[in-house]
């Protein structure tokens, strides 16, 4: 009888390892998977600020647009390691700040003229100041983000 239930006990245990084996490679399979898609968007998003960088620095993007954009990119990037981007790239975020407010798109539309002409003035005078080092900031940028492509 005492065999009975040491066979018994075995087999459950055995069985109970199987399960817990086969759940994790299925968490091992899905961690797989998050990965790869973390690094695709990753990848994709810093190809991205690339691209707008690289237009800041050739003055083919106004200087307030791309940096909108390229803060917005690197707050979505999903990194091991973290980055105060605030502090690393101060002016762009700076210009980010100062701008974040104002609309853009459709709802900019719906602001009279004047107002619009206002807010462009406005926009430009920042640009005006800090152009000299959103400029040093784009380099530093696309020096980090080449490294973190490799």
Known sequence: MLWIAFIAGLLIIAGLSFYAGSLLAKLRKQRQVRDTAVAKRNANLLESIETIALAMQQEQCPLSEGSLRVTVLLDHLALREKYDFAQQYPAIH???????????????????????????????GYEKDLAENIQTDVAELLVWVKKERA
């Open 94 to 124: 700076d210009m980010y700040e100062r701008i974040k407010h104002m609309p853009t798109h459709e709802a900019r539309k719906q602001y009279p003229r004047k107002e619009i002409r206002k807010m462009d003035d406005e926009r430009e």
